[in-house]
Structure formats: C-alpha cells, structure tokens
C-alpha cells in the first residue's frame, strides 16, 4: 500500500462537525464532573466506595485529554482561535500546559520511527547497539526508566505533576513555553484554590489526586502501547519517510467499544498519524471505508500486555525486543 497516497485519499475526512464537536465537549465535560461531585459526597460512606468511583472519572478526564489532543491538531473545530482556547481551558484539568504539548507533539508526529530524531514527544528507546555502548551504571538507569513501575507509575505523576509545570526541555522556543506553562499553571493554582474553599482541602486531595494519577497513567499507557510493539517501524533517516512511520510505527490498538469511547478511538493510531487533521469521531468511519487498514498494526487488549517487556530496538532484525531476547542473544 503507498502510504504516502493513502494518506491524501484520507484527507475527505478532515471536516470537522461542528455542532458534534460542541457535544463531545459538553457531554465529558458534564461526565467528568458528575463522577467527582459523586466522590466527594460518598466520602462519609468509606474511603473505598470513592475510590470506586475514581475509575469512571479517570476514564472522562483521559477522554477530556483526548480532546485537548484533537485540538492541538486543529482538528476538532475549524477555526485554529476556537481550537486552541478549548485546548487551553482542558489543559486546566489535565495539567499539561497546551501550547507547549501541542508543539512537542507536532514534533513527535514529525520524526516518530526516525532513530536521528529522537528524543522530543516519544518514549526513550535505545538500539541494542547503544545499550551495550554504555556504561553499566546507564545501563541501569534506561532498566529503571523501562521498569513497569517507573513507566506506569511514578513517570507519568512525575510527567503531569511536576515536569508540565516548567518547560524545560523546550528552552529554545522562546518566551511561548513560558507563557504557556505559567498561565495554565496560575490557572491549576485558581482552580484547585476554589475547589478546596468550596469542599475542603482533605476531600479535594482524597478526590482529585487519584483521579489524577489514574488518568496519568493511563494516559501513558496508551501512548506506549501505540508506538512500542514488536514489528513497530523505527529507521535511519535515508530509509524513513513520514508516511510509512505513520502507517507502520503506530498501532491498531483493538478495544472494547467502551474503552473506545473513554479513549476517543485513540486506538487507531495508524490513521491519526496518517492524517492527523480527522476529527477523533470520524476515525470508525475511515476503517468502515477502507477495511485494508483495519489489519495493519493490530494489536488486541491481550497482546499489548506483552509490549511492557519490549525495550530495545533491533537495528538487524527490524523489531523491538527485551532484555531477556538481547542476553538469550549473547550467549548463544
């Protein structure tokens, strides 16, 4: 399949549904809150009986993350002013400074699968030849980094509560990042202050940091599971072009229909990263309109469990693989 051709043939699909789009953000906005208010006033009947309630929560604010990341793509509404200050208001509650996100994410889908450019939006990936060119003591560090607990855990609280507040590693974008990051944190700051004046501060932090820290890692789950499986495509720059990483380096992620809608069909990766402009809502309608599509990156709920183990890339045969692969390797 070129994919390069397919990728214009998708472009039809790019006009947004204004009136849909509308409803989308009213109607998660709505599904977040409602969940929340639930946990704060079922705080008297036990601590669990909220927790319970944090899931469903998580889910509409990881949704809610989805549609700040149709904006940064310009896709969700058609003009760019409407897009970015709805991307900039759900920013508020996802913690992540939009315009900064946006232009790291612009890069990300720019360079995705090329092994020169690493290293802005993506998860960090070492080629075995790499791995081994290192040091013992950095060897350990990337096995911490790529540890289940780190990549699912304390990364992605440490990515949405403390790094999204300074844009660091963008240094060189100007005063922009900065702005970004010191508006949407003076608006986290407003919001979370109004929040504990009207429940207090113990069952704000009871209700909203898990909730938080659930989305997070969720969040980086899915982002993981979309570029890092076995026959992902990663290659130099005289054999990368744009179009074949979007294709084959992003996944087709097969999900229950409810996590689809949690996820805002998220799942089909490979599209989004073919023509990043079609409205998250329109994705079902591309793979009903061009089956072929649907077998390429397939990876089921069953699969993507196994992806957690594949760390490095192999340059010679063409696929990511573990720790475990590169020692079976060396010894025989």
């Known amino acids: 399949m070129a994919a390069r051709k397919l990728a214009g043939s998708l472009a039809r699909y790019r006009e947004p549904n204004q009136l849909r789009s509308v409803s989308e953000v009213v109607l998660t906005f709505g599904a977040f809150a409602s969940p929340w208010f639930a946990m704060w006033a079922t705080l008297d009947l036990g601590y669990w009986v909220s927790l319970l309630l944090s899931v469903p929560a998580a889910g509409f604010l990881v949704r809610l993350f989805m549609i700040q990341h149709d904006c940064g793509h310009g896709s969700f509404f058609r003009r760019r002013a409407a897009n970015d200050w709805v991307g900039r208001a759900i920013g508020t509650l996802t913690l992540t400074p939009y315009d900064v996100w946006r232009r790291s994410h612009a890069i990300h889908h720019a360079s995705s699968g090329n092994l020169e450019r690493r290293g802005i939006g993506d998860i960090d990936t070492l080629t075995v030849r790499e791995y081994l060119a290192r040091p013992q003591w950095r060897r350990l560090c990337y096995r911490l980094y790529r540890n289940p607990l780190v990549m699912f855990g304390l990364g992605p609280a ?13 240094m060189r974008g100007g005063l922009q ?28 932090l ?3 940091l898990p909730i938080t820290l659930l989305a997070a890692s969720i969040g980086v789950w ?3 599971v979309q570029h890092q499986f076995e026959d992902t495509f990663w290659a130099r720059e005289d054999a990368w072009t744009v179009h074949e990483a979007a294709l084959h380096g992003s996944s087709h992620y097969i999900l229950p229909p409810a996590l ?6 998220i799942g089909v990766h490979h599209v989004h990263h073919l023509c990043s402009r079609i409205p998250y809502y329109r994705l079902p309608t591309v793979l009903r309109d061009h089956p072929e599509l649907a077998e390429i990156g ?3 709920l069953r699969d993507s469990f196994s992806c957690v183990s594949l760390v490095l890339w192999d340059e010679q045969r063409r696929r990511l693989i573990s720790f475990r692969e590169l020692q079976t390797a060396r010894r025989s």
């Open 222 to 224: 899915l982002f993981y």
């Open 158 to 170: 440490y990515l949405f509560l403390l790094e999204n507040r300074l844009p660091l590693g963008q």
């Open 260 to 265: 689809r809608w949690f996820t805002a069909n």
């Open 177 to 204: 990042p900065w702005l970004s990051s010191m508006a949407t944190n003076a608006a986290i700051a407003s919001g979370v202050a109004a929040m504990m004046w009207l429940v207090g501060v113990k069952p704000f």
């Open 206 to 208: 009871m209700v909203h």
């Open 298 to 300: 397939r990876l089921t």
